[in-house]
């Protein structure tokens, strides 16, 4: 039992961009040559958790993108914040931002009608969104020249912490009445 539980650790540990529990299961049955089911692999993810939520360890193991996978705890977020503005990491620039949020709400989108929301030419930016894996090309439009279909990648929900585009934030949820222009008629 205990090898079992090491094993699944071990792979989530390993797991790049995390892991579900049917790899999980598919994973072990392949490698020890043993039956298990998802009900029993759950149960060992459960234990991993709890044993991971004790003050001793810096990382707690969660699922995001319905994958698990190790992350560090709140508590050292502000530590790891610093290590990364200390990298020479480049952000996106504001033209990558606004392109990245038109995929996002928009998807699957064309470059042509994120290039009509944003009114200028979008080759850059889509490019350099690529290039960092927070989208990818999901297909081709079924319209003439069968333009390429851009969609969010699971970097993109690992990055926002997100498991699917509905767990996006809603304009409701960020705009309040107070930062509306003109009046409100009834």
Known sequence: MKDILLNIEAIIFAAEDGVSANEIKHILQDALLITINKEEVMSFIDKIQAKYEQEDYVFSLKMINNKYQFLTKETYHDVLNQLQANRDKK????????????????????????????????????????????????????????????????????????????????????????????????
Do not use: W
């Open 91 to 186: 952000k996106l620039s504001q033209a990558g931002l606004e392109t990245l949020a038109i995929i996002a709400y928009r998807q699957p989108i064309t470059k042509l009608e994120v290039e009509q929301i944003r009114g200028v030419n979008c080759d850059y930016s889509i490019q350099r969104l690529l290039e960092k894996d927070l989208i990818k090309i999901v297909g081709k439009a079924d319209t003439i020249g069968k333009p390429l279909l851009y969609a969010t990648s699971d970097t993109f929900m690992n990055h926002f912490g997100i498991n699917s585009v509905k767990d996006l934030p809603q304009l409701k949820d960020i705009v309040s009445e107070e930062n509306s222009i003109g009046e409100i008629i009834e």
